[in-house]
C-alpha cells in the first residue's frame, strides 16, 4: 500500500530554534499534502493544505508565519516551526494523497524547552 | 460549520465484549467517511472507508455502517480484545471547497479489559 514517510518521529530543542518536519510520500506522486496538529487527548487539526508546486492555504487561526511549509515536489513537503517556543510542542502528522483516500505519516513529537 | 462528534469518549469493556462506537456529523453532503486507529504517540491507521453510495463496510472482526440522512456512522467491534485498545477517529471529507478535507472527530479511547 502506500506509504508516507516522516522525519524526525521525535525531536526535543530549545526555545528560539527553528526546527524542520519532512514528509515523504515513499511509492505514489502526491498532488496534495496535509498538515495536522495534535494536542495531547485531543482529536487532530488541519493546519494546512498545501499542492505541489503553489503556496500553502493555511486554516483559520493557524500562522502562516510560524508554520512554514513548502512542497516542492510530488514527493515533498517540509513544515518548519520558526522560533518554536513552548507552546508549539505537539504531535505534527502529515498526510498525502494522489486521489482517495489519505495516506498517513507515522508523525513527529515536538518538544520544546 | 461542519464538525464531527464522536459518542462515548472513552469506553472500557472486558475482553470478549462487541461494542459500538459512534460518529455524527452535522452535514449530510460528505463525499466519504472514514475510521482510523491511534495508538498512544503513533500515527493514523486507516481502517474502514465508507463511500457516500455505500451503507457499510466490513473487514475482519469490524464492521461500519453509515447513515448519511441522519448524519451517523457506527463502528461495530465484535469479539474484542485487548489488542483493539487504542483510540478511534472517524473522519469526514465534505462536498466542495477548493479542495476536498479531512475533518475528524473527538475520538473515542477504548480499552479492552483482558
Known amino acids: 500500500g502506500a506509504v508516507v514517510s516522516q522525519h524526525p518521529s521525535w525531536v526535543i530543542c530549545k526555545s528560539g530554534t527553528s526546527v524542520k518536519i519532512e514528509c515523504r510520500s515513499l511509492?505514489?506522486?502526491?498532488?496534495?499534502m496535509f498538515w495536522y496538529r495534535q494536542f495531547p487527548k485531543q482529536s487532530l487539526m488541519l493546519m494546512a493544505t498545501s499542492n505541489e508546486g503553489s503556496k500553502a492555504t493555511y486554516e483559520q487561526g493557524v500562522e502562516k508565519d510560524k508554520f512554514l511549509i513548502n512542497h516542492a515536489s510530488l514527493t515533498l513537503s517540509t513544515l518548519t516551526v520558526t522560533s518554536a517556543h513552548p507552546e508549539d510542542s505537539s504531535f505534527y502528522i502529515c498526510?498525502?494523497?494522489?486521489?482517495?483516500?489519505?495516506?498517513f505519516g507515522d508523525g513527529t513529537r515536538l518538544s520544546i524547552l | 460549520k461542519q464538525e464531527v462528534t464522536q459518542i462515548p469518549a472513552a469506553l472500557s469493556v472486558p475482553e470478549g465484549e462487541n461494542l459500538v462506537l459512534n460518529c455524527s456529523f452535522t452535514d449530510s453532503a460528505i463525499y466519504n467517511l472514514q475510521w482510523f486507529r491511534q495508538d498512544p504517540g503513533k500515527g493514523l491507521t486507516s481502517l474502514l472507508l465508507i463511500q457516500s453510495s455505500q451503507r457499510e463496510q466490513t473487514s475482519g472482526r469490524l464492521n461500519a455502517s453509515l447513515d448519511k440522512s441522519s448524519g451517523r456512522s457506527t463502528l461495530y467491534i465484535a469479539a474484542s480484545q485487548p489488542g483493539d485498545s487504542a483510540t478511534y477517529l472517524c473522519?469526514?471529507?465534505?462536498?466542495?471547497?477548493?479542495?476536498?478535507?479531512?475533518?475528524f472527530g473527538t475520538g473515542t479511547l477504548l480499552a479492552v479489559q483482558p
Open positions: 511509492d505514489f506522486q502526491a498532488t496534495t
Open positions: 498526510s498525502a494523497r494522489q486521489g482517495i483516500p489519505q495516506h
Open positions: 473522519a469526514v471529507i465534505y462536498y466542495g471547497g477548493a479542495t476536498n478535507k479531512l475533518i
